[in-house]
Each structure stands twice: as structure tokens, then as C-alpha cells.
Nanobody, 121 residues
Framework: QVRLVESGGGLVQPGGSLRLSCTASGRIFSINAMAWYRQAPGKLRELVAT???????NYGDSVKGRFTISRDNAKNTVYLQMTSLKAEDTAVYYC???????????????WGQGTQVTVSS
């Protein structure tokens, strides 16, 4: 069974930094695009950043210039380096990846369980 597991969330002060990791495991044939989303209480889930299999990145306007998404294909892992954190960044952060398992002709989205990031003094 394919699964995604996030780690690295926690409490950080405004202006601080945090790095999130998400690792895919299971019988994986290929991983295409990977992404980070977040959802704050009472708000819709928001796209934070995406990275293609070739390394092309895109960012939501609210995090552009502050967050960096990267991936290590050998480790089946995607990272989100967050800097200059603001209180508005407080949310549950979810890893997403388009994955084709062995024996499946096409990929589909998989989601991690989420990790809480709280930015507060």
C-alpha cells in the first residue's frame, strides 16, 4: 500500500523557520508532481507549493519568496523549507503526490495525514 507521511511540524515564533518533510513508501512505480497544501481552521484548503518531476516549482502568492519546495527522488521525499514565518501561516500542512503504484497504469493523488504548524509568540 502506498502511503505518505509528513514530519517536521511544530511550534515556531514569528520570523522563525521550519522544514517539513514528506516521504512516500510502498510499491511505487513512479512519482510525478508533488505538492504541499495547508488548511487553517474555518478556511478552505490552500495550495502552498508544487514541484514537478523535472524540478519546476510554483508557489502560492501568500508564501512566494518565503517558502521553498524541493524533492529528493532517490528518497521519495518532498520538503518544504519555510522561513520568515507569520502567524497567518498557522495551519495543518498536507503533503500531496501523484503516484503510480506497481501494477497500476496511471497515477492518482495520494495525501499524507497532515502535520500541524503553529506560528505564535
Amino acid at each position: 500500500q502506498v502511503r505518505l507521511v509528513e514530519s517536521g511540524g511544530g511550534l515556531v515564533q514569528p520570523g522563525g523557520s521550519l522544514r517539513l518533510s514528506c516521504t512516500a513508501s510502498g510499491r511505487i512505480f513512479s512519482i510525478n508532481a508533488m505538492a504541499w497544501y495547508r488548511q487553517a481552521p474555518g478556511k478552505l484548503r490552500e495550495l502552498v507549493a508544487t514541484i514537478s518531476s523535472g524540478g519546476t516549482t510554483n508557489y502560492g502568492d501568500s508564501v512566494k519568496g518565503r517558502f521553498t519546495i524541493s524533492r529528493d527522488n532517490a528518497k521519495n521525499t518532498v520538503y518544504l523549507q519555510m522561513t520568515s514565518l507569520k502567524a497567518e501561516d498557522t495551519a495543518v500542512y498536507y503533503c500531496n503526490a501523484d503516484i503510480a503504484p506497481w501494477g497500476t497504469p496511471v497515477g492518482r493523488p495520494y495525501w499524507g495525514q497532515g502535520t500541524q504548524v503553529t506560528v505564535s509568540s
